[in-house]
Nanobody, 122 residues
Framework: VQLQASGGGLVQAGGSLRLSCTAS????????LGWFRQAPGKEREFVAA????????YNTDSVKGRFTISRDNAKNTVYLEMNRLNPEDTAVYYC????????????????WGQGTLVTVSS
């Protein structure tokens, strides 16, 4: 399975970006999907998770009310809509898949892909 994230870039504080991540090699419709990020010099941080049908979602506190995770199982794709970005959101963002919500939140992934860089200028 390969997961390829895209949509990152440079944005001013207060701006928005939409990240996409498409899987190839197998369907991930039965998996919980998520996003995590890693800022320069920092450890990985869980960002958001979504259940296999899209009905369950969970965000880390720092992005609640600003970021929205969604998925399209027909396209084998997960999205992260990011609004009101601030410089603390600067990081490489990765998408990932695991068999349970807990494993996604705890970053115990079965699959993860290449990241996409998000840079937020002040």
């Amino acid at each position: 399975v390969q997961l390829q994230a895209s949509g990152g870039g440079l944005v001013q504080a207060g701006g928005s970006l939409r990240l996409s991540c498409t899987a190839s090699g197998r369907s991930l419709s039965s998996y919980f999907l998520g996003w995590f990020r890693q800022a320069p010099g920092k450890e990985r941080e869980f960002v958001a998770a979504i259940g296999n049908t899209g009905g369950r979602r969970y965000n880390t506190d720092s992005v609640k009310g600003r970021f929205t995770i969604s998925r399209d199982n027909a396209k084998n794709t997960v999205y992260l809509e990011m609004n009101r970005l601030n410089p603390e959101d600067t990081a490489v963002y990765y998408c990932a898949a695991a068999g349970t919500l807990g494993r996604v939140v705890n970053m115990e992934y079965d699959y993860w892909g290449q990241g996409t860089l998000v840079t937020v200028s002040s």
